[in-house]
């Protein structure tokens, strides 16, 4: 399988600024990566789909302006919620699929709390 | 009706007991099956991928797909209180999007 790292594992942070959330795959180039929001004892959430090098599709009712996603590279993608508000805390998590397969791997998750 | 329907449990179980967690799913156009384990606030691990109907084994764990009745089971054998975590299946019909159930808590207990 396929190791994927996320950063930070968890942050706090004040209403209204804005939040970075890095997914890295460790041991392969990942042209697809996933964003997935979980809350309590609830199921993952698709929030978009990262494609490297082009513009991320986003799950119907997911604001693209609030969820910015960057796919930079075939080794991260980044997710930034812009202007948080405390509903946006949750555990955000990414995944990233290997290339001819549909098995996703996921990252450890990043928590966000917005006070 | 969701796409794909999971019990949340909690079940719990004593230790070496055999542990069936089932999924069942109304799209039949389904192909890519799986089965993740999460422990708590932790991402969810990837356990078995099976394709189309069938069995698949791997050490303590078995995968069953049974696409006649839209029903999926993973059987874990000789449970064990490390087992302990939510089991979420999943499931994918040739687009990259996996769907998931909403997850089962287990509890092996000593």
């Known amino acids: 399988g396929a190791v994927v790292s996320q950063h930070p594992s968890r942050v706090i942070c004040k209403s209204g600024t804005s939040v970075k959330i890095e997914c890295r795959s460790l041991?392969?180039?990942?042209?697809?990566m996933f964003w997935y929001r979980q809350f309590p004892k609830k199921s993952l959430m698709l929030m978009a789909t990262?494609?490297?090098?082009?513009?991320?599709?986003?799950e119907q009712g997911v604001e693209k302006d609030k969820f910015l996603i960057n796919h930079a590279s075939l080794t991260l993608s980044t997710l930034t919620v812009t202007s948080a508000h405390p509903e946006d805390s949750s555990f955000y998590i990414c995944?990233?699929?290997?290339?001819?397969?549909?098995?996703?791997?996921f990252g450890p998750g990043t928590r966000l709390t917005v006070t | 009706q969701k796409e794909v329907e999971q019990d949340p449990g909690p079940l719990s179980v004593p230790e070496g007991a055999i542990v069936s967690l089932n999924c069942t799913y109304s799209?039949?156009?389904?192909?890519?099956f799986m089965w993740y384990r999460q422990y708590s606030r932790k991402g969810p691990e990837l356990l078995m991928y099976?394709?189309?109907?069938g069995n698949k084994e791997d050490g303590r764990f078995t995968a069953q797909v049974d696409k006649s009745s839209k029903y999926i089971s993973l059987f874990i054998r000789d449970s064990q209180p490390s087992d302990s975590a939510t089991y979420l299946c999943?499931?994918?019909?040739?687009?990259?999007?996996?769907?998931f159930g909403t997850g089962t808590r287990l509890q092996v207990f000593p």
């Open positions: 990262s494609n490297e090098g082009s513009k991320a599709t986003y």
């Open positions: 099976t394709y189309s109907s």
């Open positions: 799209n039949s156009a389904f192909q890519y």
């Open positions: 041991d392969f180039q990942a042209t697809t």
């Open positions: 995944s990233v699929q290997l290339a001819g397969s549909y098995e996703q791997y």
């Open positions: 999943a499931m994918s019909y040739n687009t990259d999007k996996l769907i």
